[in-house]
């Protein structure tokens, strides 16, 4: 049987970050300088996505960097200490608002964030949980929650701010039901610290384009990285395989019987793993992780034969 990969080789590789902060909101830089910031550390694209307030600044994008449009919208959650935060990204940019503040949620709680993704599915944005564990949220919180495209499974300001960015088990949660929510690394920059550049996504699509992006990241074409990189995942016949930069380690992680890890031996490294799926997993999906213990993860391919 032939290969069936995650990603299409006919498509580039744009690296980019769906979660900062800037003036307009907590951070401490202007637009400007944030775009100049991830431009020159070899980013494609970004998001401004401040608090409760819509933008879009075009005007900030050229021929080799892409400004793309968002929000963040918080919400209570009648709990001590949580909280549930969502990222709206605009799929086109078509009708993206840009300097509007957003409308107060009306409902607290899990309904009331999921009426936040219907509204901002609505006004053309696609929605991704943020920092489940920074938030303090446990599955009790999220387990309703339907129709949003992702969660954040890094989160790069969490994890250097109070060691809350990786969000693994949240994610995990979704996928063992068989729920359909892509996995992302984002910074969550606001630049009062060292929190840039250290966690994001690496999108397959044809163009650096709004609607190329936000259409890989709806279909799951893309991974997430702190550091590794991905060249290739994807099954062939009952084998999921995957390629990758040097590694220390390679784990593939299916649900509900376990996966498999493959270790380089010492002072040695691995770039590849094969992995013998019994057919009742519910999902696959892999991480990559590199001697300087930087990770990377796929997305889910949930597989259709049940034992
Ligand atoms: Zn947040
Ligand atoms: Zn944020």
């Known amino acids: 049987m032939a290969r069936k990969s995650a990603f299409s080789s006919e498509y580039s ?3 980019g970050n769906l979660h900062s902060h800037s003036t ?6 202007d637009p400007p300088q944030v775009v100049e910031l991830y431009r020159s550390n070899g980013w494609d694209f970004i998001a401004f996505t401040e608090h409760e307030f819509y933008s879009y600044w075009q005007e900030l994008s050229s021929d080799d960097f892409l400004v793309l ?36 949620a009306e409902k607290d709680g ?66 063992r039901r068989g729920i359909k929510v892509w996995g992302v690394a984002t910074d969550d920059s606001h630049h009062w610290m060292e929190d840039y550049c250290g966690g994001w996504i690496m999108v397959n699509a044809p163009q650096l384009t709004v609607a190329d992006l936000t259409e890989a990241l709806v279909a799951g074409r893309f991974y997430s990285s702190t550091g590794p990189t991905i060249t290739d995942f994807g099954l062939d016949g009952d084998e999921v395989y995957i390629e990758c930069s040097p590694a220390k380690a390679i784990h593939i992680v299916t649900y509900e019987p376990w996966g498999r890890s493959f270790y380089a031996e010492p002072g040695k490294s691995i770039s590849s793993a094969v992995h013998r799926v019994r057919g009742n997993e519910i999902f ?24």
């Open 13 to 15: 590789w744009f690296k």
């Open 69 to 104: 449009p968002g929000i963040e919208m918080g919400l209570d959650i009648p709990k001590f200490g949580r909280c549930h935060h969502l990222l709206g990204i605009h799929k086109s940019g078509n009708g993206a608002k840009h300097l509007v503040k957003a409308p107060p």
């Open 110 to 175: 899990m309904a009331g964030a999921q009426e936040e993704i219907y509204r901002l599915g609505k006004e053309g944005y696609l929605t991704i949980y943020c920092h489940p564990l920074w938030s303090r949220v446990e599955w009790e919180d999220i387990s309703e929650l339907r129709g949003f495209t992702a969660i954040e499974i890094y989160n790069h300001s969490s994890e250097m701010e109070n060691h809350s960015g990786l969000h693994l088990d949240h994610w995990d949660s979704f996928l």
């Open 284 to 307: 696959v999906r892999a991480e990559v992780v590199d001697s300087n213990g930087k990770t990377a993860w796929t997305n889910p391919i949930f597989l259709d034969k049940k034992a």
């Open 24 to 29: 307009r909101s907590d951070g401490k830089l």
